[in-house]
C-alpha cells in the first residue's frame, strides 16, 4: 500500500498536469476515430494472418514491399482490432509525450512540460488518417515514440549522469524498433553520432556516453537493412511507374530540390498552426533580446511570408496574380526547367526563409553547444521531409510525412522556452504571451475534432 501511495503522489505532482490533460484529450480523439472500411488496414494488414504465417507474410514483404518487418509485425496484428488498436495508440501519444519532456533535465521538466503538451496539441492529428488511422499510426507514430525513448540515455549523458547497463538493452530495444522507420532511423543515426562524438572529443569516460553509442549502431545497422532490402527497391519501381515515371531522369541536386521546395511550400503555405508559432516564438524571443531593427525585420520576414500565402492568398491571387500562380505551381529547379529564372524567385524565398530563422537562433541562443543542437533539430527536421524528394510517392503520402518534422519543431521550440524561461517572465506582456498560447493549443484541439469527429 505503502508503494501505490508513493506511485499515485508522484504521478499527481504538478509538473504532470499537462500530461494529464494531454492523455484526456487523445481519449476524445480516439473515441471519435473511425477507421475508413478502404483503409490499408482494413483491406489487406488485417487479413493476411488468415492467409499467412507471420513468417511466410515477413519474408514475401521483404522480398516484394519493404523492410519494415518489426513495424508490419506488429501491424498484422492490432489491424484485426479495432479497439485494442485504440487503446494501444492512446497508451503511445501519451508515451510520447512523456518521452519528450523526460529528455529535459529533471529540474526543468516541469516547465518543458507545458510547452511540449501545447506543441503536441498543435499537431493536425487528422494528417495520421491519410491511409487510415491504424496503418498510418503505427508506421509513424509508434517508431517516433520508441526513437525518442531511447535517446533518454543519450539525454542523460549531457546532465553527466550514467545510465545503468540494463537501461542500454532498452534503449536499444526501442532505438531498433524505431529505427525500423526510415525517417527515424536518420534522425537517430545522426543524433547519436554527434553526440559520441561530442563526448569521444572531450574525452569523457565511455560509459556515460554508451547509450549514444548503442542507438548510433542500432540506427546505422537498420539504414543498413532499409539500403539492402529487396523489396524497397521493388517498391520503388513499381511507385515509379504508378506515381511518377520521369523520376529516373531527376539527378541528386533534382531529388534534394524536389524535396526542399514541397517542404517549404507546404509550411508556408498549408495554414498549419505548429509552423506558425514556431515562427512567432523565435521571432519574439528575438524581440526580447535586441533592438536592432535590421534583426528583428530578419525574424519577422518568416512570419509576414507564412500569414501573407496562407490568410491573403486570394489577395495576392487578385493583386499579384503571377507572383501567385508560380508559388502555387510549386516548381522545383530540375535538369528540363533550369534556364527559367521564374522558377528560381520559391527556392530563393525559401532559402530566405531558413536564413532568416538560422540568424534568429544565432540571436536567441546563448551557447555554442544550445546554438549546435538547435541548428541540428532544425537541419534534422527539414531533412525528414526533404528526404521524400528521394522517393516517386512524395506527393501521393503528403501530409503524413510531415509528422516527425512538426514534433521535431515542438521538441526545438518546448527547448527555446525553456531556456528563455527566465528571461520571458520578466519581460512586459508575458502573461498576455502565455493566455495566447493557451488559446492557440485550444483552437488546434477544437480544429482536430472538428476534422475527427466531423462535428
Known amino acids: 500500500m505503502e508503494w501505490i501511495r508513493g506511485c499515485i503522489k508522484q504521478v499527481t505532482k504538478k509538473e504532470y498536469l499537462p500530461l494529464w490533460i494531454f492523455a484526456a484529450v487523445q481519449v476524445v480523439y480516439h473515441w471519435l476515430m473511425r477507421e475508413p472500411e478502404g483503409s ?94 491504424i496503418a498510418t499510426g503505427v508506421n509513424y507514430t509508434w517508431p517516433l515514440a520508441c526513437g525518442i525513448f531511447s535517446l533518454h540515455g543519450t539525454a542523460r549523458a549531457f546532465e553527466r549522469k550514467q545510465t545503468h547497463p540494463a537501461m542500454w538493452l532498452l534503449y536499444a530495444l526501442a532505438a531498433v524498433y524505431g529505427a525500423n522507420m526510415e525517417q527515424m532511423a536518420a534522425v537517430l543515426l545522426a543524433v547519436n553520432v554527434c553526440a559520441a562524438v561530442y563526448f569521444w572529443i572531450g574525452k569523457e569516460r565511455f560509459r556515460l556516453y554508451a547509450s549514444a553509442v548503442i542507438g548510433a549502431i542500432a540506427a546505422a545497422l ?77 525574424a519577422l520576414a518568416p512570419v509576414v511570408l507564412n500569414i501573407g500565402l496562407t490568410f491573403y492568398a486570394d489577395m495576392l491571387k487578385e493583386h499579384f496574380s503571377s507572383f501567385a500562380k508560380l508559388m502555387e505551381k510549386n516548381a522545383f529547379i530540375c535538369g528540363s526547367n533550369y534556364q527559367l529564372a521564374a522558377n528560381y524567385i520559391p527556392m530563393i524565398l525559401y532559402l530566405l526563409v531558413i536564413g532568416c530563422m538560422l540568424l534568429s537562433l544565432v540571436i536567441v541562443c546563448e551557447s555554442y553547444l544550445e546554438l549546435c543542437s538547435q541548428t541540428l533539430l532544425l537541419a534534422l527536421a527539414l531533412a525528414t521531409r526533404v528526404v521524400m524528394g528521394f522517393t516517386p510517392t512524395i506527393y501521393v503520402s503528403q501530409e503524413r510525412t510531415f509528422f516527425y518534422l512538426y514534433v521535431l519543431l515542438g521538441i526545438s521550440a518546448s527547448y527555446l522556452v525553456v531556456q528563455n524561461g527566465k528571461r520571458l517572465r520578466s519581460v512586459k506582456g508575458y502573461e498576455t504571451f502565455r493566455l495566447a498560447g493557451a488559446l492557440l493549443a485550444a483552437a488546434g484541439i477544437v480544429m482536430n475534432l472538428v476534422e475527427i469527429g466531423g462535428i
Open 222 to 298: 537498420e539504414i543498413g537493412f532499409i539500403l539492402s532490402c529487396p523489396g524497397n527497391a521493388a517498391r520503388k519501381s513499381q511507385e515509379i511507374i504508378n506515381w511518377m515515371p520521369n523520376f529516373g531522369s531527376y539527378h541528386l541536386l533534382d531529388k534534394i530540390s524536389m524535396g526542399f521546395v514541397d517542404t517549404m511550400h507546404h509550411l508556408l503555405a498549408s495554414g498549419n498552426l505548429l509552423y506558425l508559432c514556431y515562427v512567432l516564438l523565435l521571432a519574439w524571443l528575438v524581440f526580447v533580446k535586441t533592438k536592432d531593427v535590421r534583426l528583428r525585420a530578419a
Open 40 to 133: 490499408d488496414a482494413m483491406w489487406f494488414f488485417r487479413n493476411q494472418l488468415d492467409a499467412y504465417s507471420l513468417k511466410e507474410y515477413l519474408t514475401s514483404r521483404y522480398d516484394t514491399w519493404s523492410s519494415r518487418l518489426l513495424i508490419e509485425a506488429v501491424l498484422v496484428y492490432v489491424s484485426r482490432d479495432i479497439v485494442l488498436w485504440k487503446v494501444v495508440d492512446w497508451v503511445v501519444w501519451v508515451f510520447l509525450a512523456w518521452a519528450v519532456i523526460g529528455l529535459f533535465p529533471d529540474e526543468k521538466r516541469a516547465s518543458a512540460s507545458w510547452p511540449t503538451v501545447g506543441f503536441l496539441l498543435l499537431y493536425p492529428m487528422w494528417d495520421l488518417r491519410t491511409a487510415g488511422w
